[in-house]
């Protein structure tokens, strides 16, 4: 199957989810994604979004969407209430990772968290050589209007699993339309997890 | 918001007439039973052969049948018109749009201003307590009447979100969807000490004389004043700044506590005409109806909801005070709680707890999207 203007890391993503499913995304934006999942992939679609006119886009789509953050948001659900708990792009925006990944985990059979990789060598070179912060096609941001509250690498989420007991079941590493296989922690713009608590 | 604006102009439902269906007997949560029940109603559009695209709309304290178009006497329009019509959030083209008054009113149903058939005269305190889901019931005796066996929705705000819980906790088989818009899973506190004021208020009438003034002076005052009140909680200290800030009515005379104020005007002319419109004894009855709702009356909400297939979307308005937001938000989490498909929104308004009855072009784009799918689903299922 090919899709046609469909984000790359939207259609690695994909590839996880399991059909018929029951999805939660935490900050699932205009749901862009959250629409695909329920197209392709048949699943029972739930929302969380802060912004209120995505929750407008949301809803236009036909989607299940609740306005709140996802620091409070998230704690109301009952234990392994969905299969999956998507966080796209949403990690490094939230004011607590630890807490609402170990909620997450705790809501959803699985999680699956896709993040801008901090330590792409392009962002290395800014750093180094630039003595700038970096704007990347992954982080588009100056440092003045970034949404991103926290930086991480590749490495530094493989070193997070390992220290909470959490269990990698699959990493997708990509950079622009390519999935990177070598040195991911270099060549990567974007790692994708799918993790579980491996009980 | 990106959505189209709602042309003013655009053809509404057009003169309306009420409708009327009797009870023969109701039994309420009291135990007590209230003989030939009338309920006043209106509809709107055509309900379609598999009968699969009626909704209900559900009216706020003060609220009454006339939701949409004109009345044929007044020619009045509805209380929710800018909703209700031909291309509008409940599109008369697709929806068959059923609006209906409750009973303890003054508009149409059966309350205390109407005549007891026991004794010939009109109830007064005679009346018995109701209660939201009393009212609710003779609301479902109503679909039962027009033979339908689902509603795509059952939607209301403050009292009418209220009627929408209690369909949806006590009628979840009768509804694919409810939206409860500005309301509360039982009032607090502080909602209850704003009714029992403006109870206070009618009751201190002289003129009210334990509820027996039909056919005499009114107890207009007190009901003024209550209505007053009301008025004050129902706008925010932002939306009073706009529409009056400290402007001075023209010709009054200084020191004699006349209207000086532009809101004080505006709070007397709209506690006089309520007045004209609405009975005392139905003010205390349906307000009191409202304090003691409390959608967990016999289990916790996320336990009534559980393994439901009803969708439901909640709207609140973020300067609204008198249902402020958290209230919306522990409808939302019950849902969550229950595993039920929802959505909420808080929409971004200044008008305070009115917004429900103004934010029109938000609620029509939240509404009509999310009636789309419903029917969608129900066409489908």
Same mark, same amino acid.
């Given at each position: 199957?090919?899709?046609?203007? @469909?984000?790359?890391?939207?259609?690695?993503?994909?590839?996880?989810?399991?059909?018929?499913?029951?999805?939660?995304? %935490?900050?699932? =934006?205009?749901?862009?994604?959250?629409? %695909?999942?329920?197209?392709?992939?048949?699943?029972?679609?739930?929302?969380?979004?802060?912004?209120?006119?995505?929750?407008?886009?949301?809803?236009?789509?036909?989607?299940?969407?609740?306005?709140?953050? !996802?620091?409070?948001?998230?704690?109301?659900?009952?234990?392994?209430?969905?299969?999956?708990?998507?966080?796209?792009?949403?990690?490094?925006?939230?004011?607590?990772?630890?807490? @609402?990944?170990?909620?997450?985990?705790?809501? =959803?059979?699985?999680?699956?968290?896709?993040?801008?990789?901090?330590?792409?060598?392009?962002?290395?070179?800014?750093?180094?050589?630039?003595?700038?912060?970096? @704007?990347?096609?992954?982080?588009?941001?100056?440092?003045?209007?970034?949404?991103?509250?926290?930086? %991480?690498?590749?490495?530094?989420?493989?070193?997070?699993?390992? %220290?909470?007991?959490?269990?990698?079941?699959?990493?997708?590493?990509?950079?622009?339309?390519?999935? !990177?296989?070598?040195?991911?922690?270099?060549?990567?713009?974007?790692? !994708?997890?799918?993790?579980?608590? =491996?009980? | 918001?990106?959505?189209?604006?709602?042309?003013?102009?655009?053809?509404?439902?057009?003169?309306?007439?009420?409708?009327?269906?009797?009870?023969?007997?109701?039994?309420?949560?009291?135990?007590?039973?209230?003989?030939?029940?009338?309920?006043?109603?209106?509809?709107?559009?055509?309900?379609?052969?598999?009968?699969?695209?009626?909704?209900?709309?559900?009216?706020?304290?003060?609220?009454?049948?006339?939701?949409?178009?004109?009345?044929?006497?007044?020619?009045?329009?509805?209380?929710?018109?800018?909703?209700?019509?031909?291309?509008?959030?409940?599109?008369?083209?697709?929806?068959?749009?059923?609006?209906?008054?409750?009973? &303890?009113?003054?508009?149409?149903?059966?309350?205390?201003?109407?005549?007891?058939?026991?004794?010939?005269?009109?109830?007064?305190?005679?009346?018995?307590?109701?209660?939201?889901?009393?009212?609710?019931?003779?609301?479902?005796?109503?679909?039962?009447?027009?033979?339908?066996?689902?509603?795509?929705?059952?939607? &209301?705000?403050?009292?009418?979100?209220?009627?929408?819980?209690?369909?949806?906790?006590?009628?979840? +088989?009768?509804?694919?969807?409810?939206?409860?818009?500005?309301?509360?899973?039982?009032?607090?506190?502080?909602?209850?000490?704003?009714?029992?004021?403006?109870?206070?208020?009618?009751?201190?009438?002289?003129?009210?004389?334990?509820?027996?003034?039909?056919?005499?002076?009114?107890?207009?005052?007190?009901?003024?004043?209550?209505?007053?009140?009301?008025?004050?909680?129902?706008?925010?200290?932002?939306?009073?700044?706009?529409?009056?800030?400290?402007?001075?009515?023209?010709?009054?005379?200084?020191?004699?506590?006349?209207? +000086?104020?532009?809101?004080?005007?505006?709070?007397?002319?709209?506690?006089?005409?309520?007045?004209?419109?609405?009975?005392?004894?139905?003010?205390?009855?349906?307000?009191?109806?409202?304090?003691?709702?409390?959608?967990?009356?016999?289990?916790?909400?996320?336990?009534?909801?559980?393994?439901?297939?009803?969708?439901?979307?909640?709207?609140?308005?973020?300067?609204?005070?008198?249902?402020?937001?958290?209230?919306?938000?522990?409808?939302?989490?019950?849902?969550?709680?229950?595993?039920?498909?929802?959505?909420?929104?808080?929409?971004?308004?200044?008008?305070?707890?009115?917004?429900?009855?103004?934010?029109?072009?938000?609620?029509?784009?939240?509404?009509?999207?999310?009636?789309?799918?419903?029917?969608?689903?129900?066409?489908?299922?």
């Amino acid at each position: 199957m090919t899709y046609v203007n @469909v984000r790359f890391d939207h259609k690695a993503i994909l590839k996880l989810v399991k059909r018929q499913s029951a999805v939660l995304e %935490l900050g699932c =934006g205009a749901g862009d994604l959250l629409s %695909l999942l329920i197209k392709e992939r048949s699943v029972r679609g739930q929302g969380l979004e802060i912004d209120e006119q995505a929750i407008y886009a949301c809803v236009a789509k036909g989607l299940n969407v609740i306005h709140g953050d !996802i620091d409070s948001g998230l704690a109301e659900y009952e234990d392994k209430s969905f299969d999956y708990v998507i966080l796209n792009q949403s990690l490094q925006q939230i004011k607590h990772p630890d807490s @609402v990944l170990t909620d997450a985990l705790r809501v =959803g059979r699985k999680v699956i968290i896709s993040f801008s990789n901090f330590a792409y060598y392009k962002s290395r070179l800014q750093i180094f050589f630039g003595g700038r912060t970096p @704007v990347t096609g992954a982080l588009p941001y100056q440092w003045y209007e970034t949404p991103n509250l926290h930086f %991480l690498s590749i490495t530094d989420f493989i070193e997070y699993c390992r %220290l909470k007991n959490v269990r990698m079941e699959r990493r997708m590493y990509i950079s622009e339309d390519k999935r !990177i296989r070598l040195l991911p922690n270099l060549f990567a713009q974007t790692g !994708i997890f799918l993790v579980d608590r =491996g009980l | 918001m990106k959505t189209k604006k709602i042309d003013k102009r655009e053809e509404g439902v057009g003169v309306v007439e009420a409708q009327y269906f009797t009870i023969d007997s109701l039994t309420l949560e009291s135990g007590e039973k209230l003989k030939h029940v009338t309920l006043a109603y209106e509809t709107y559009g055509t309900l379609n052969e598999n009968k699969t695209n009626a909704v209900m709309i559900l009216h706020a304290l003060s609220g009454d049948a006339h939701a949409a178009g004109l009345d044929i006497e007044q020619k009045n329009p509805g209380w929710w018109d800018s909703m209700i019509g031909p291309g509008r959030a409940f599109d008369t083209n697709k929806y068959f749009v059923i609006s209906s008054n409750v009973i &303890g009113g003054c508009k149409g149903s059966t309350g205390p201003s109407s005549i007891n058939p026991a004794t010939g005269r009109h109830y007064a305190l005679d009346f018995p307590i109701v209660t939201i889901n009393d009212m609710a019931d003779a609301q479902k005796r109503l679909i039962d009447h027009l033979g339908i066996n689902k509603l795509l929705t059952a939607v &209301g705000g403050s009292m009418g979100g209220m009627l929408a819980l209690s369909w949806l906790v006590r009628y979840p +088989d009768r509804i694919r969807s409810a939206i409860p818009i500005a309301t509360a899973i039982k009032h607090s506190p502080q909602q209850i000490a704003f009714n029992e004021v403006g109870r206070q208020a009618i009751m201190a009438d002289p003129h009210w004389n334990s509820g027996n003034y039909y056919g005499g002076p009114l107890p207009a005052k007190g009901l003024a004043v209550a209505r007053m009140i009301g008025h004050i909680t129902y706008m925010s200290d932002m939306s009073m700044e706009e529409k009056f800030g400290r402007q001075r009515k023209n010709g009054t005379e200084p020191f004699k506590f006349t209207a +000086d104020y532009e809101v004080e005007g505006y709070l007397r002319y709209r506690g006089d005409s309520f007045v004209k419109r609405f009975d005392a004894n139905s003010y205390l009855y349906i307000t009191k109806a409202m304090d003691n709702f409390d959608a967990t009356q016999w289990r916790p909400l996320q336990d009534s909801l559980q393994g439901l297939k009803t969708k439901v979307l909640v709207i609140a308005f973020k300067s609204d005070w008198l249902y402020p937001a958290y209230q919306s938000k522990e409808i939302v989490k019950a849902c969550k709680r229950s595993g039920i498909e929802t959505t909420y929104c808080e929409v971004d308004s200044t008008y305070g707890h009115d917004a429900f009855l103004l934010e029109i072009e938000e609620e029509t784009h939240l509404i009509s999207h999310f009636l789309k799918t419903v029917f969608h689903e129900y066409e489908t299922a």
